[in-house]
């Protein structure tokens, strides 16, 4: 199956309840929430004084720093907040793959069924975004505090037209199109199987890190990274664009594994530069102790 079940979805809520959520990004929210430091707002305690922000509530302008400096500042106060979270996931072709345990795409739609519900949990805004192959390549739903956001969420996931769209959609292209639609401070976690790196993505990624709490979660087939020597295999798409590949050359499997390896090391640069953390999970992997087991080290990372 390349779809996972509705049932299946709302299951995982009684094991989301595991999950820790973490940032260390300022949220730009005036509404109360059940989420304490290290977000920030407009409560009693002034942590610090800095330049104005994009995004930051105009109410909180320090007028005497600014006057002074000639640039606009704004306090920032310490308290209970509310926050939002983004869960964007791929769902290009490249997605609709596995050959050990289950699909890329159903080991996704798992992962943001966990993280929705513990958005959900934690009264959290939740909102989602589906690039790739969807009628029109990007589907964005803004953060609302709401079961219906999950149930809407699920639909999509579960639908059989999710993958009828255009073809390929890069990531760099919808985080260019999403981006404005995105408040300071948002958690967003991104699920994809990463198959492509490039300087547009780079760059992307280093503007969506100023502005907001960023997790990437690499999903990968132990075949995208290694193909045993079985013999020839023909492939086609729709019947068409044949090709057949003899996996028992030598040197075309060495070929296979190091482009692998070199994406992923391209990755794992990226995301070190900018301080974003990962959380790699393979298709035959427990989905639910892997995606506790990463959001606690970076809960703990985020402590100290």
């Known amino acids: 199956m390349l779809y996972p079940s509705f049932d299946e979805l709302v299951a995982l809520k009684h094991k989301a309840s595991q ?8 949220v730009s929210s005036i509404a109360g929430g059940n989420f304490r430091s290290p977000f920030r707002g407009q409560g009693l305690d002034l942590e610090e004084v800095r330049e104005y922000a994009p995004g930051d509530d105009i109410r909180a302008i320090d007028w005497r720093v600014t006057a002074r ?3 606009a500042h704004t306090k920032i106060f310490r308290e209970d907040r509310e926050r939002s979270v983004i869960l964007c996931l791929d769902v290009n072709e490249t997605m609709r793959f596995g050959t050990r345990g289950t699909f890329k795409s159903i080991q996704a739609a798992r992962i943001v069924a966990l ?6 949990m934690n009264h959290d805004k939740l909102g989602f975004c589906f690039f790739g192959d969807v009628p029109s390549g990007i589907e ?24 009828e769209g255009p073809s390929f959609l ?11 639609a995105l ?17 547009a993505l780079e760059k992307q990624l280093t503007l969506l890190r100023k502005r907001c709490d960023v997790v990437l ?38 070929a296979y594994t190091d482009q692998w390896q070199q994406t992923r090391e391209s990755l794992q640069k990226l995301a070190s530069k900018l301080k974003i953390p990962i959380i790699p999970i393979a298709t035959n992997a427990n989905v639910v102790s892997e995606l506790f087991l990463g959001l606690k080290k970076i809960h703990k990372m985020r402590r100290r």
């Open 19 to 26: 999950l820790l959520f973490s940032s260390d990004q300022k």
């Open 69 to 71: 400096t000639g640039k």
């Open 115 to 120: 993280l929705g519900w513990k958005a959900y």
């Open 140 to 163: 964005f739903f803004k953060p609302q505090r709401s079961r219906k956001t999950l149930w809407k969420m699920f639909q999509k996931l579960c639908h059989p037209d999710l993958n």
């Open 170 to 180: 890069p990531m760099e292209e919808m985080l260019t199109n999403i981006s404005h």
């Open 183 to 199: 408040p300071t401070g948002v958690l967003v976690y991104i699920m994809s199987d990463f198959s492509s790196m490039n300087p």
């Open 217 to 254: 979660i690499p999903i990968d087939d132990p075949a995208d990274r290694f193909i045993p020597p079985i013999g020839p295999l023909f492939f086609s798409k729709d019947g068409k664009n044949k090709i057949y590949i003899n996996t028992e050359n030598k040197a075309g499997r060495e």
